[in-house]
Each structure stands twice: as structure tokens, then as C-alpha cells.
């Protein structure tokens, strides 16, 4: 274990120089507090969990303080917003403070979100709001604990600094740990405004640092174009198959490692619908739930447009061929794990797809559905489940369907298939409604909810004792909240 003072710093990616990010000092929050620590993150940097409680903390992370060895450097990149391509974003509110390297050698970016202006700002005033703040924390916490790749958060540190969105809130600071902050929009950036040294040296970067094997390959960086197709593929995979919508899939918000990143105005299912917009400002629905499958192909082809000076056209698209396929392979491989099946027959997709449309049909809650289906034998579960459907007819022909494959797939007993479907199947996801609580209890100071509901969140498949109502439908006005996109 640590002491804060005790990190050890190697700041790679502001060893590449003022072409790739300018140093900035953050803006100190006023009377910065801690509103919650990640005990799991806290592990990742060696940090004695007992160290979030301590004034230092707090300072560090609310920009009064900083290490002598951190860099804090404000990232440039571009991106394509909505299908447009807006040529200059960056950290307009964030700063990498440095990375971190822990006693297992693995290194940490950490980023400090909220931090203040930077020459990337445009028009916004460099902060973060406490909600927006909360929200990202619990997310990627969540995510990781369903063992969804994402960045990871350290803490949340709240204050009483004001600031204006519809009205006026309160700023805070989330720390968000991932080992690299480099995005598809950092490649864009360099492609299209013709720097191709600048542009070489990015390649070379994520090669050695973050892709090493592919080194080995005859074409490195095809091969590393070809690595971050499958972790799109299997990311993506995993969004649609426990119901996450990220709502914001802008190719400067799309991890170069294939991760889970930037989350704004993101929502899990709560009853299944496949055309379900998580983000109010998106009115065509482009990044509704069912969309995020191709998109994530366009935002890959987008990739691949920037990487034409390494590697043929034909190689890339060869490459952006795989990444449908996979996707189906690894989504169809989790649903059938969701629905306790443990081999594989050609009609398990169908079989999928016929109930998704009765869930849709019926408002049927996505993650208890799949819970509740592992809590008995397929025969018992089914007929229980028989009430929440609205076309019972439609229902009884899939659940025969169901009990027929299910007794072919194998002879286990009950509790087998409770417990192997409830290692995948979580009990507790984030619902936007579980998160707007502990929200409305922290901006009037009470942090106890974000916390136990980040507690909660940390163990999604275990039943948890006097925790039961984080595993209940939203009640009706926690349905359909409309979650700002002003961060
Ligand atoms: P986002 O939609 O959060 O991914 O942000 C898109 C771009 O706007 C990024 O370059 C952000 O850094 C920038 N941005 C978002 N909010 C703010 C803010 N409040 N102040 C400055 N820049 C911001
Ligand atoms: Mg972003």
C-alpha cells in the first residue's frame, strides 16, 4: 500500500511535446470535499483506501494541489460529432495529470475531468457539474463490475464553486483513470490537418505502448487496426447484450483501446426497447441502442480513413470486415450464456430475436427478465414470467421453443443453472432513476446514497442482504427521465 505521496510517475504521452497537448494548470474547486472514493481504483494505483478521507485528497483532486512529477497537459484532438466533422475538440475541461505506474508495472493515465479552461474550451467554461460528475463515476465502476471494458473513476470531489447550466449547480471534479486518454479523434486530428510526422509518432506511441505484440507482425499496424476492430466488436457486443446505451458515440469520444469512454447523457435499459435514445439533443436517433452496432462500424471506417497513410485501402476495409461478424459471434455467445444455454445450435438467434420482440412488444424489464429466468428451472421460470407478457400466445410458443432447447443442451441440476446464470445475468445495474436519487441526495449534501449505491453496483451478480430495492423496475417517474446533455 501507498501513501498519496508515494506514486510513482511516467508521463509518456507529455514526453511527445506541445504538438500533441499544452500544459495547463487546473482551477482549484472552492472548499473541495470528497463525495466518493473507489476502493477498486483506489487498488489499481496501490492507494490505502483509508487516503480518499484525508484533506490531501480532496486537494489533490480538486485542483488546489499537485505532485511535483505530474505534467498536466490539455490533449488536442478532433472528431466526427454527429456524423459532421468538427476539425479542433481536445480537453476542454480536462487535464491529464500524469501516469502512473503501479508495483505490477501497469500504468494508469490519470485524468482529472472538470478541471478548468484550457485553449480547447470553445465556448464552454471548463467544468463539470456534481450530477454529471456522479454520473460518470457510477458508470464506469458499474460497467468494469459487469466486466464491461470502460476507463475507471477514482473519486468525486464535489464543492461549493458555482456553476451555470439551465440554473446554477455546483462544480465537481472526477478523477478517471484508463491507460491511455488517446482517442480515434486524436488520429483525425493529425490526419486531416497534414501532420504526418506528428501523425507517425501517434501511431508509433499507441504501437509500442499499448499494442506491443502487434510489433511481432509482419504489418504492425495493421495489425493493431485489426486488435481495436475486435475490442470495438466485443465492447459493443457486451453494450447491447446487458442493455447499455452510450448516447454519445462521437468518434472523438471512442477509445483507441477499445473501452468504454466519456459518459454523458448514457442510460441502461430499464424495459427492453431496441429503439431507445438515451441522448434528448438526438433527434434523428443515430446513437439509439439498436444503432450502436453499426455505428460502431462508422466510427471504425472513420478510424481507418485517418490511418491511410500506414496501411493500404484494401487492408482496411479487409479489416473493417471483421468487425460485424465478430460483434454477432461474441453478442450471440453472451445471450446464450443470458439464457443458461452452455453449447451452441444454428437457430439460437432466431430463438434471441423472437424474444426481444416480445419483450419489446410487452415493456418486459430487460435485466430482471434474465434474473428471473435463472431463478428456477427453465420449465418454472418461464411460467412465471408468463405475466408479463401482453401476446401470451406469442410467449408459450417461444417458452416451448425454450424448455425444448434448454432440455438439449444438457442435464443439469437447478442449482447448476441458477448458478451459472446468475454469474451473468446481474441483479443491479445502474438505472438512470438509482442514479438521479443519489444525485438529488448529494447535491443537498448527503453522500450516503452515491455511495451505498456504488457499493451495491460493485457486486451486480450477488444478492445482497437489505439491498432489494436497487433490484426493482423504476417507478413512473423515474421511466423516462430526460438526463441533460449539459454536463
Ligand atoms: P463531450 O460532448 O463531453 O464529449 O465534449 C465534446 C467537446 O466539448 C470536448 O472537446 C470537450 O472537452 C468539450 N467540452 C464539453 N463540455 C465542456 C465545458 N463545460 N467546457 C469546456 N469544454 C467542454
Ligand atoms: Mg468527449
Not at 500504468?107 to 457539474?129: E, F, Q
Not at 477509445?255 to 435499459?269: E, K
Request: one cysteine or more; aromatic letters at 10%.
Amino acid at each position: 500500500m501507498k501513501a498519496l505521496d508515494e506514486l510513482t510517475f511516467d508521463n509518456r504521452f507529455a514526453r511527445l511535446g506541445d504538438a500533441f497537448s499544452t500544459h495547463v494548470l487546473p482551477e482549484p474547486l472552492d472548499a473541495p470535499r470528497l463525495v466518493v472514493a473507489s476502493d477498486a481504483a483506489m487498488a489499481l494505483l496501490d492507494l490505502d483506501p483509508a487516503v480518499a478521507e484525508t484533506p490531501v485528497f480532496a486537494e489533490l483532486f480538486g485542483g488546489h494541489k499537485l505532485w511535483a512529477e505530474a505534467e498536466t497537459r490539455a490533449m488536442v484532438y478532433s472528431g466526427h460529432q454527429f456524423g459532421g466533422y468538427t476539425p479542433q475538440l481536445g480537453d476542454g475541461r480536462g487535464l491529464l495529470l500524469g501516469e502512473v505506474y503501479n508495483q505490477a508495472g501497469e500504468h494508469w493515465d490519470l485524468h482529472l475531468k472538470g478541471a478548468g479552461m484550457t485553449p480547447y474550451s470553445r465556448m464552454g467554461d471548463g467544468r463539470a457539474v456534481l450530477r454529471s460528475s456522479i454520473r460518470e463515476f457510477l458508470a464506469s465502476e458499474a460497467l468494469h463490475a459487469l466486466g464491461i471494458p470502460s476507463s475507471r473513476a477514482l473519486c468525486v470531489i464535489g464543492s461549493d464553486t458555482p456553476v451555470w447550466r439551465e440554473k446554477q449547480e455546483r462544480g465537481a471534479m472526477v478523477l478517471r483513470l484508463a491507460h491511455s486518454h488517446i482517442r480515434f479523434g486524436h488520429f483525425e486530428y493529425f490526419y486531416y490537418t497534414k501532420k504526418p510526422e506528428q501523425q507517425a509518432e501517434l501511431a508509433e506511441h499507441v504501437l509500442n505502448l499499448h499494442y506491443p505484440e502487434c510489433r511481432e507482425q509482419p504489418e504492425p499496424y495493421l495489425a493493431m487496426f485489426r486488435e481495436i476492430v475486435e475490442r470495438n466488436a466485443e465492447m459493443i457486443a457486451k453494450w447491447q447484450a446487458y442493455g447499455f446505451c452510450h448516447g454519445v458515440m462521437n468518434t472523438d469520444n471512442m477509445s483507441i483501446l477499445g473501452i468504454t469512454f466519456d459518459f454523458g447523457p448514457f442510460a441502461f435499459l430499464d424495459d427492453f426497447d431496441a429503439h431507445f435514445i438515451c441522448n434528448h439533443s438526438d433527434h434523428e436517433g443515430r446513437y439509439s441502442f439498436s444503432n450502436q452496432v453499426p455505428i460502431g462500424q462508422w466510427n471504425l471506417s472513420a478510424l481507418a480513413q485517418a490511418l491511410t497513410p500506414f496501411i493500404s485501402v484494401d487492408a482496411l476495409k479487409e479489416a473493417l470486415g471483421l468487425y460485424l461478424p465478430l460483434y454477432q459471434a461474441h453478442y450471440l455467445d453472451l445471450m446464450r450464456r443470458r439464457l443458461g444455454l452452455t453449447t451452441a445450435e444454428d437457430d439460437d438467434q432466431p430463438l434471441v430475436e423472437r424474444l426481444l420482440k416480445l419483450m419489446q412488444n410487452s415493456g418486459v424489464d430487460y435485466t430482471l427478465f434474465f434474473r428471473r429466468l435463472g431463478d428456477e428451472s427453465a420449465a418454472l421460470a418461464v411460467a412465471r414470467l408468463r405475466d408479463d407478457f401482453v401476446d401470451l400466445a406469442g410467449f408459450d410458443a417461444w417458452a416451448e421453443q425454450y424448455k425444448a432447447r434448454v432440455a438439449r443442451d444438457g442435464d443439469y441440476s437447478e442449482e447448476q443453472r441458477r448458478e451459472r446464470m446468475h454469474a451473468v445475468n446481474p441483479l443491479y445495474i445502474l438505472r438512470n432513476y438509482l442514479a438521479q436519487n443519489a444525485i438529488a441526495a448529494a447535491e443537498s449534501g448527503d453522500n450516503s446514497e452515491v455511495r451505498r449505491l456504488h457499493e451495491v453496483l460493485s457486486k451486480p451478480f450477488e444478492e445482497q442482504a437489505g439491498m432489494e430495492q436497487y433490484a426493482q423496475r423504476p417507478p413512473d417517474w423515474g421511466k423516462h427521465l430526460e438526463i441533460s446533455c449539459s454536463s
